[in-house]
């Protein structure tokens, strides 16, 4: 039972343009959500979060949507840069504060210069 | 701080064999997990510590998985007769849980990761 579902395995965009990684759920008691960034060889970066009472929250050149009727949340990167190149996850947690985290599978971002 | 150190980063056994990783959080958190990442897959949620104490297991969790966190310091995640279906990198990553959403935000090590023939 995938809970967190990243459809795009795979996205490609040039430098400068946006990103737009989507991420589906199904469990509505999610209340806090997160995207991840993971380069190989690391372990995964927090980039930013969100939490359910929220719909919007940006950070520089990421700003993370919640659409909680349609159980979607999309991260948005503008502009683009080849350094932000790497496996982005998006994770949910439906119990606020326990750090127990349920992950998406990924998609692997590419930013072409 | 270095942040959240794992070791060993790579560990090759054979079937049958046990194996012990180990992890050392970030010094201020209070929080420690340990989650399970096999190709293709996001990170997966095995067990986590609050100081000492070990709160909550996921059935991923066989019987020949156990993990300690003496002292609410360090953690361990041993395996006995590790199995092929074991082979995955192992994720340890810590949070200070202070009130707020702080707890979920996860800072991860590099990982270590198993193979096993």
């Known amino acids: 039972d995938q809970q967190v579902k990243q459809n795009s395995p795979s996205l490609s965009v040039q430098e400068g343009r946006i990103s737009i990684l989507n991420c589906d759920y199904t469990n509505s008691m999610f209340d806090y959500f997160l995207w991840y960034k993971k380069y190989p060889a690391e372990g995964p970066t927090f980039l930013i979060s969100i939490s359910s009472i929220k719909d919007k929250n940006e950070d520089g050149r990421f700003t993370v949507f919640l659409n909680k009727s349609a159980k979607h949340l999309s991260l948005h990167i503008v502009p683009s840069q080849p350094g932000d190149s790497a496996v982005y996850f998006c994770a949910a947690s439906r119990s606020s504060n326990t750090g127990k985290l349920i992950f998406g599978q990924g998609t692997t971002l590419q930013v072409k210069p | 701080d270095t942040g959240v150190s794992q070791n060993p980063r790579h560990k090759i056994t054979k079937r049958g064999q046990n194996v012990t990783f180990r992890c050392d959080p970030i010094?201020?958190?209070?929080?420690l997990y340990w989650y399970r990442q096999t190709l293709g897959q996001g990170p997966e949620f095995l067990t986590y510590?609050?100081?000492?104490?070990?709160?909550?297991k996921s059935r991923l969790l066989s019987d020949r998985f156990s993990a300690e966190r003496p002292k609410g310091s360090f953690s361990t995640l041993e395996i006995q007769r590790t199995e092929q279906g074991d082979s995955a990198m192992y994720l340890c990553?810590?949070?200070?849980?202070?009130?707020?959403?702080?707890?979920?935000?996860?800072?991860f090590g590099a990982g270590s990761r198993l193979t096993v023939l």
């Open positions: 010094s201020e958190h209070n929080r």
């Open positions: 510590f609050q100081n000492e104490a070990q709160l909550e």
């Open positions: 990553a810590s949070s200070f849980s202070g009130g707020g959403f702080g707890a979920n935000v996860l800072t």
